[in-house]
């Protein structure tokens, strides 16, 4: 199977050359998304928006590759506060609590100020 190029249309992609999400074989890769507003490109305030408006848009990058949000093997959740932890838990969850990925949380600074979490992972299709 050929290398899959896959991009959500931010500008931000063309701007500084990466894709949304890569897929050779049964694997995906998808970039760090941030909790900008797929449709709108709006930042919300609040962290728990932020972090459902990133696992849309990566939810999104998998389907086009031909996966679902439960192939996800790996997750890492990058947060500017660890204050927001708390506020986040309830949106992961709902989306990983039964898929169960390894995960990692890192406390880091992001790119732009507004940015409060960014989510990367890792998806493997199963047979």
Do not use: H
Not at 79 to 105: L, Q
């Amino acid at each position: 199977m050929a290398r899959t190029l896959i991009s959500s249309g931010s500008p931000f992609e063309t701007l500084a050359g990466y894709s949304r999400a890569v897929v050779d074989g049964d694997w995906c890769w998808v970039a760090g998304s941030t909790g900008y507003d797929p449709v709108t490109r709006d930042m919300p305030d609040d962290v728990a928006t932020q972090a459902a408006n990133a696992l849309k848009t990566i939810e999104a990058a998998l389907v086009e590759g031909g996966f679902a949000l439960a192939d996800t093997v790996r997750v890492t959740y990058y947060i500017t506060d660890p204050a927001y932890w708390d506020e986040m838990v309830p949106v992961i969850g709902s989306a990983f609590g039964t898929i169960r990925p390894a995960a990692t949380c890192l406390v880091c600074q992001l790119i732009k100020p507004e940015m409060k979490i960014e989510i990367e992972v890792t998806a493997k299709r199963r047979g």
